[in-house]
């Protein structure tokens, strides 16, 4: 693991501010894990108590951190609107704020597809495959026009489309296209192909299947191209 290195100019909790938040836009401090001891902070920056604590405290006051009596100071799972007023630590945060709402879709994606594949009419399926034939990297760009959007509309469940579209609103205001690249989201896209298949032979066991492989597929890419970087 990279080492932290020693501050010296004025508003030092700046500075220590830029290096933690390093830490987490590179992965190395994931959602959920423990912050070093003030002691081994105070080691490593070689700055003193009341810095840390300003560092903390501003870290706190924007839900970045959590402290847990008795337990330490734990990094929280970030939602992207907590830091929309903070560009430096939006950008830091927006991959680990892209994997949470990945957790989210593919439970309700799973559901879209099960009651397409339940309830779904044979003319919904058909228009469903004469979209997804349309697909391109272009009109992806809208959140309407997706293909998870459109299986979401045939389910005539007006809810459970808009919670969807919503999400997918926030997945390209995460900016998931810039992170995975053209190549990486043709193969993909091209997942989309087994998910249809799936619904139109009716099969809820390879629907599942198929949707919770390519949301995990975009995560595993996700986090091998942090790794990359």
Known sequence: M???EKVSKVRLYEQVLEQLNGFIERGEW???CKIPSEKELRNQLGVGTAVLRETFRILESKNIIESRQGQGRYLRHIRPELVSDDPFLKKALDKSSLLDVLDIRINLEIAAV???ITRGTDEKIAKLEAHMEKQS???AVSPEKSFEACVARATGNVVLTSMIIDLLKL???LEQRKYLGYE?????TDEHKLILQAIKNRDLVAGRAAVYRHIYG???KLIDESIDE
């Open 184 to 188: 990486k989201w043709r193969a993909l």
């Open 114 to 116: 099960e009651m397409l």
């Open 137 to 139: 990297w272009e009109n």
């Open 218 to 220: 975009i995560k595993e």
């Open 2 to 4: 990279a080492q932290l």
């Open 30 to 32: 994931k959602p959920g």
């Open 171 to 173: 997945t390209r205001e």
